[in-house]
């Protein structure tokens, strides 16, 4: 039962009763000032007011109160001595008649053995010539049969007596002062007769059903009944042929449930209707009473105020028995005191709440007792005022195991719109449940960069929402340290951008953050506007934590060391580096320190845009520490750094600085240079500029490491940054015991700019000295060492003119390989500014071609820049003459209209069919293989939408003759395309249709 509030005539506070029935009675004197309050329990016998004040004889009073016998005839009312009789009563509530003896004076009430008289007097008036209503036939009528009525006080005036069944208004005859005639309204249920007149107002204390749909009078309709929501029970009788009703007045919006008890037979089956005040029936499968005593049937939220009723019917020929109630949903409210709440078996229990659409909420359950023991409760989702299901957000869970310490379930609220919600509580079959339920408002402060923010949760539940600010193209890292949870586990921790929709994978995904704390880093922010990070604890139980927005310490290239720290469990550090495209830079971690841990310290290196280019630890048993190597940037921006403690560990301290490589020029022939690397994380680079057909000796000497021990790495990168990756890789390895050492280029595979890198393991200094040679020394006849311009590398390499939206994909067909040394080759694409290129739809810079496959392809995005293309082919063989390839570059076949026949010939050859739909249409696209099918000649076939956006994808596998791919509702009306790719660029035949509708 909700909270109730009784007013008197001067509209003056006269009761308040809780959910439980506790009641307060407010006293006051004659001019209105409060003399008191008196408080009584549910238990406790009192009459804390009764309306109306005054009457005639056969006037219906309700007198409120507490302690009543929830059985009519257990209570005794008697008006100043006169016996009444009760035709309802309820805990809280009487509803009674004056007697016809009454005089006035107080009402007393006896129940239970208990006696109590009102603080005031009911006045007994004479008769006020209001109408009054003995009795109406027949009691079942379908719409516009005729209803007599009998009593008193009809005003045979014409139009001067008013009739309404239910909330509609009857067509009426006065035929006399005690009978009048109606038709039974049309779209209506029927429920009480009202009659009135210039004198009052009276309704029957009978019903009037009016034929339903699947009604049929003296037929299928046995009984009706009028229930109070939250009334006392109600004995129903059923059986295959005939319904029973139950009317009872709801209000718009109310959240009501069916509840049943005492079914004979246990177990049986009933059909349940809802039918609305207009007449129209909402129905529902039948439903099973049991297969224990009781069930529950929940209505939908009740679209209007008015009349309703519940038909049942049974669905076999037994006869049926049950008792029913309408109950409301328990009414929550944020941050009030835990409700406790009893679910019997078989039974949901419902709990509702109201939001004015700018709260942030959660809703736990716990404790959760059930018996017997070993068993499952469980929440429903959230349904919204008009009936919808709402998902809860995130890690909402569900399900209570009362085997799991807390026993407790819990949902996360997504930002609701103002209305009343509702949530279902039941447990398993044959398990009944006693719960403590909590509505709480969200933790939600707003985090400011730098500034920490302690946030504690109390209640069960629920949920820290940490809001922040971002700019889009950004990225922040978020600390949350010191989390502390008196149960174990741990917590949830997600990220909804300004429109409130959670962030992509590739930006960021939920983490789960055990006790102690983590930081959370979004590499990149979509948009503009306010974020929410939502921390819920897994088993939803209070937690408190130190929230920073941790925006990240530059970092000057070149410029001074920064020395931090931190000290508390989980808080990492982010360091920040603004860079021009093409810079290239080395960060030195030293001095790092752990406290209370003998983990390593872990880092991230992520790009403007996001992706995280590497990661890695910092044993803090390494000196001087660890080394990040950024560079060549193709992308000018802000490059961010996370490291963070390991998470035993109460806090941690380093040293972090940024350097430009040393770029010495390539100076073929010169004597040896002398290059010093001084700054911890620095790197040296000789670049050489790379002609297809020329070689080049690289000779290192004097190298001294500092500290004594340390390794460098010696490596060649291709012109965009990446390992010039043969299949024996081009890289040499010096320490203290070996200063010296060769690095030979037999021949450069593309035009460009390469590196020589020189790269000290562990943020370590160095010394030594370098000379470039033209060509390399060889071995030849007889162990002979020759000196040659050049020798061939193991791969192929391939040169196109491209155009700006050119579409365009490489093939690389092998027609033999000698000897292999391993079993794929690769195939990369350089742009005319020496950038690699990535496949399409793809962050892949390299496709790999199985050599089982005689071939593969890259498939290029649609071109943005004109101008001279390199494709790359490295080969696993030790020599070119060993391997005989072959590399074509072909534009993809254009087809327009719903049609067409695709003669892919060439190797890596692609299609396209540009094709019309409509918004919300659903064609079907059908692909058919004219030439033979294969295990390994699938097809790719992917559709993008008129702005360009992948949209969907399917396959016609290799044994496949057709595939049917369906687009469900397309987005938007326009030009579609669909993509037919081979697998590995295989050459193939297709005919491509598009139906609308799908059809064969």
Excluded at 355 to 368: K, M, R
Excluded at 545 to 561: K, Q, R, S
Aim: glycine share 10%; hydrophobic share 40%; with cysteine.
């Amino acid at each position: 039962m909700a909270t109730q509030y009784i007013y008197d005539a001067q509209n003056r506070l006269k009761s308040v009763t809780d959910a439980s029935g506790n009641t307060a009675e407010y006293v006051y004197d004659a001019v209105g000032n409060l003399l008191e309050v008196r408080r009584y329990s549910s238990s406790q016998l009192s009459i804390s007011s009764f309306a109306p004040p005054a009457g005639p004889a056969g006037a219906a009073v309700t007198i409120n109160g507490t302690g009543f016998d929830v059985v009519a005839s257990g209570n005794q009312v008697a008006f100043n001595g006169a016996p009444a009789v009760v035709g309802q009563a309820t805990a809280t509530s009487l509803a009674v008649t004056v007697p016809a003896l009454a005089s006035s004076g107080k009402i007393s009430v006896t129940a239970h053995g208990q006696t109590v008289q009102s603080t005031g007097d009911f006045v007994v008036t004479a008769d006020s010539g209001a109408p009054t209503i003995t009795g109406f036939t027949p009691a079942c009528a379908p719409a516009g049969q005729t209803v007599t009525v009998t009593g008193t006080n009809f005003d045979v005036l014409p139009n001067a007596t008013r009739v309404e069944v239910g909330e509609r208004v009857a067509s009426s005859t006065v035929s006399s002062p005690t009978t009048l005639t109606f038709k039974a309204p049309q779209a209506t249920i029927g429920g009480r007769v009202r009659v009135t007149t210039s004198k009052g107002s009276v309704e029957s204390a009978d019903l009037l059903a009016v034929w339903p749909t699947g009604i049929v009078c003296n037929g299928t309709w046995i009984e009706s009944h009028w229930a109070s929501a939250d009334g006392p029970a109600t004995a129903i009788s059923l059986d295959l042929s005939k319904s029973s009703l139950l009317y009872f007045h709801g209000q718009k919006g109310q959240w009501l449930s069916v509840q049943a008890s005492n079914v004979a037979p246990a177990g049986s089956y009933v059909s349940v209707w809802l039918v609305l005040p207009d007449g129209t029936t909402v129905t529902t499968s039948p439903v099973r009473f049991g297969p224990t005593d009781g069930y529950t049937v929940d209505l939908p939220p009740l679209p209007a105020t008015g009349t309703y009723a519940v038909r049942f019917q049974a669905t076999s020929s037994t006869a049926v028995t049950a008792s029913v109630v309408i109950e409301s949903a328990l009414m929550l409210t944020a941050d009030a005191p835990a409700t406790q709440v009893a679910v019997s078996v078989g039974r949901t229990r419902r709990f509702a709440f109201t939001t004015d659409g700018t709260s942030e909420l959660s809703l736990g359950v716990d404790p959760v007792v059930l018996t017997p023991a070993n068993h499952r409760a469980a929440l429903s989702q959230i349904y919204a005022p008009d009936g919808r299901v709402i998902p809860g957000w995130g890690q909402t869970v569900l399900s209570c195991w009362d085997t799991t310490s807390p026993s407790g379930c819990h949902i996360l609220m997504p930002h609701l719109s103002a209305g009343t919600y509702a949530v279902g509580f039941s447990a398993d079959t044959n398990v009944a449940a006693d719960a403590t339920v909590w509505l709480s408002n969200d933790i939600a402060p707003t985090l400011q960069p730098g500034v920490p923010v302690q946030v504690t949760t109390t209640r069960y539940g629920q949920t820290a929402r940490l809001h922040f600010y971002g700019t889009a193209g950004s990225g922040v890292s978020i600390d949350l340290a010191n989390l502390q949870l008196p149960q174990s586990g741990g917590t949830y921790v997600f990220v909804r951008d300004p429109d409130d929709i959670a962030l992509s994978a590739n930006q960021t995904t939920t983490q789960y953050v055990a006790a102690g704390g983590s930081m959370l880093t979004i590499p990149f922010l979509p948009k503009t506007g306010t974020y929410t990070v939502l921390v819920t604890p897994i088993n939803g139980s209070a937690t408190s934590m130190e929230a920073t927005l941790d925006p990240g310490v530059p970092l000057i290239v070149d410029g001074p060391v920064k020395a931090l720290s931190t000290n508390l469990r989980g808080k990492g550090i982010r360091l920040v580096v603004d860079m021009v495209a093409g810079q290239k830079v080395g960060v030195g971690i030293t001095n790092i320190a752990v406290t209370g841990s003998t983990g390593y310290p872990g880092y991230s290196l992520y790009a403007p845009g996001g992706t995280k280019l590497s990661t890695g630890t910092c044993p803090p048993t390494t000196t001087p520490g660890c080394e990040l190597d950024l560079g060549p940037t193709r992308v000018a921006g802000r490059y961010a750094i996370t490291i963070e403690p390991p998470t035993d560990a109460n806090g941690m301290s380093l040293s972090a600085q940024a350097t430009s490589d040393i770029v010495v020029a390539d100076t073929v022939g010169t004597r040896a240079r002398s290059i010093a690397i001084s700054r911890y994380g620095g790197n040296a680079r000789v670049a050489l500029q790379g002609t297809p057909g020329a070689g080049r000796t690289i000779t290192i000497t004097d190298f001294v490491p500092t500290p004594v021990g340390k390794h460098m790495i010696v490596s060649v990168l291709l012109p965009d940054g990446r390992p010039l990756n043969t299949t024996t890789p081009l890289y040499v390895a010096l320490d203290q015991s070996s200063s010296t050492a060769t690095l030979k280029i037999g021949a450069f595979p593309i035009e460009g700019t390469y590196d020589v890198f020189f790269d000290p393991r562990d943020a370590a200094l160095a010394s030594f000295k370098v000379q470039v040679g033209a060509g390399v020394d060889v071995t030849g006849p007889g162990g002979v060492s020759i000196h040659k311009d050049v020798v061939p590398g193991p791969w192929a390499r391939a040169v196109f003119a491209g155009l700006v939206g050119d579409h365009k994909a490489v093939g690389m067909d092998i027609t033999s390989l000698t000897n292999p040394t391993g079993t794929n080759a690769s195939l990369s694409v350089f742009d005319p500014d020496k950038w690699g290129m990535v496949q399409r739809d793809t962050i892949s810079l390299l496709s790999t071609c199985p050599t089982s496959s005689s071939g593969c392809d890259f498939d290029l995005p649609d071109l943005t820049i004109s101008g001279n293309y390199q494709v790359l082919a490295e080969l696993p063989v030790t020599k070119p003459d060993d391997a005989v390839v072959q590399i074509s570059v072909n534009s993809d076949i254009v087809v327009q209209g719903s049609s067409g026949t695709f003669n892919l010939a060439a190797r890596g050859q692609n299609g396209r069919l540009l094709f019309d739909a409509a918004a919300g249409h659903s064609p079907c696209i059908k692909t058919t293989r004219l030439s033979p099918t294969g295990a390994d000649r699938l097809v790719d076939l992917t559709v993008y939408t008129p702005d360009g956006v992948k949209y969907t994808a399917g396959a016609l596998y290799g044994t496949q003759t057709m595939s049917t791919l369906q687009l469900n509702t397309v987005p938007q009306t326009g030009q579609y395309m669909l993509l037919l790719d081979p697998a590995n660029g295989y050459p193939t035949d297709l005919s491509v249709t598009v139906n609308l509708p799908c059809g064969p």
